[in-house]
């Protein structure tokens, strides 16, 4: 295959299919999500068999048991991903509405209107649910999609594709509105973060590898996060209990993902009253404790953290623990190591707390909540394509909104400029 010349056809496919989406009513996009989702129930044997197929191959290859099970679509995967799309099908369609319409003094009205934005490229890996997400969010958004998944899921994403496929007919949309890659070669992937003729944005979901290849090589831009050094701030005016729920949540409920927190840090103030009870569950959950001087003095089973621990994304059981003078001191700690991700402060002083909201500078930043909901799901937007750190168009979890610009429209009747 030569590799170039296919994804120039892809490209050339997607961006004419575009056109179409952009202006298929919502009514029209909601019948193809509707019958994605039937057609993926009346293939669950086809899909099940192409994902038997990757998983031997997995296994094969020396996947381990965490990767298998991310690649696995048991029948309850299957059946998530079929609520998924009737979900998304009942969404709001942001395409089209316009907002913050005003008159000038010359008499036109200036508002904004929401927009697809075209072409979207999405790289993944490991997790073969992620095609029918990313399909589903930029169908509803009306765009066209480019879908890279994983080599390791090759035959699962394409029976799914072949589903979309026929749910896009049924819908009356060209089946090139969203393509899925038939190619597992990595050339593919250089081509496709290079052709901003055909792709308008491309968004990575994977590994900090990925992440930091797709970023420093592409020439489209790129929506996405390099890490989730996230943190919880316990305040001298923290109400006690939900300072321990929010701490063990944030950290324990689930180990390997981007809005877990990363380093607990504690007003010196509360350190010997909160530490021990918070270390206690922590540990009983099998998380390992890394602490600066001050936490060791408090916590015996904590060992050294070094400097390195404060600017690591561990995805696992382990957990930094700081110590700090007060607020301005979490802050300027927040400031030195943090990706930008999800920041979280427990405390009862709403003066404290607007100032955290206003002077942290993370996409989300939360009060007395765990950093854990910072998710597309729990934000209300049904589901979401990743999360952004960036700072331009869309920033923290993005769903259909951020898979959309605006554009300056203008209203008037026979108005001249004098």
Not at 317 to 340: C, E, F, K, T, W
Request: net charge negative; proline share 3%; aromatic share 4%.
């Amino acid at each position: 295959m030569d590799v170039k010349q296919y994804m120039e056809q892809l490209g050339q496919r997607a961006r004419q299919s575009a056109r179409t989406l952009s202006a298929a009513e919502s009514g029209i996009k909601n019948r193809a999500l509707l019958a994605i989702a039937e057609t993926i129930n009346e293939q669950r044997e086809a899909i099940a068999k192409a994902n038997a197929e990757d998983l031997a191959a997995g296994e094969r290859s020396g996947l381990d048991a965490a990767l298998l099970d991310r690649l696995a679509l048991t029948p309850a995967r299957i059946d998530g991903m079929i609520e998924g799309l009737q979900q998304v099908a009942a969404l709001p369609d942001p395409v089209g509405a316009i907002s913050d319409l005003k008159y000038r003094p010359s008499g036109i009205q200036v508002g904004k209107m929401r927009v697809p934005l075209g072409v979207v490229g999405i790289i993944y890996e490991s997790r073969p649910n992620v095609t029918i997400e990313a399909a589903s969010l930029c169908l509803k958004s009306g765009n066209a999609a480019i879908l890279r998944g994983g080599s390791e899921a090759i035959h699962s994403n394409q029976a799914l594709a072949t589903c979309i496929r026929q749910g896009l007919a049924a819908a009356g949309l060209p089946e090139t509105a969203v393509q899925v890659l038939e190619t597992t070669d990595r050339a593919a992937v250089g081509e496709l973060i290079t052709m901003p003729e055909y792709v308008d944005v491309v968004v990575p979901r994977g590994g900090k590898g990925l992440i930091e290849r797709i970023s420093r090589d592409a020439t489209v831009t790129v929506i996405k996060h390099l890490d989730g050094i996230c943190h919880v701030y316990i305040d001298d005016d923290a109400d006690g209990d939900k300072a321990l729920a929010i701490a063990v949540n944030a950290k324990a409920q689930r180990f390997g993902t981007c809005n877990t927190m990363e380093t607990l840090l504690i007003a010196e103030s509360r350190a010997e009253e909160l530490l021990p009870g918070i270390a206690e569950a922590l540990q009983k959950a099998g998380v390992e404790l890394r602490g600066c001087p001050r936490t060791r003095q408090v916590l015996n089973g904590a060992v050294e953290a070094s400097d390195e621990d404060w600017a690591t994304e561990y995805l696992a059981p382990i957990l930094s623990i700081r110590v700090v003078a007060g607020l301005d001191a979490a802050m300027n700690h927040i400031a030195q190591y943090s990706s930008g991700h999800t920041e979280s402060i427990v405390t009862e002083n709403y003066t404290k707390a607007r100032r955290f909201l206003r002077e942290v500078d993370s996409s989300s930043v939360m009060i007395n909540a765990s950093t854990r909901f910072a998710d597309g799901f729990e934000y209300g937007l049904g589901a979401e394509i990743g999360i952004s750190t960036d700072k331009i168009h869309a920033r923290g979890p993005v769903g259909l909104e951020g898979l959309t610009s605006q554009k300056w429209v203008v209203f008037g009747d026979g108005h001249i400029r004098t």
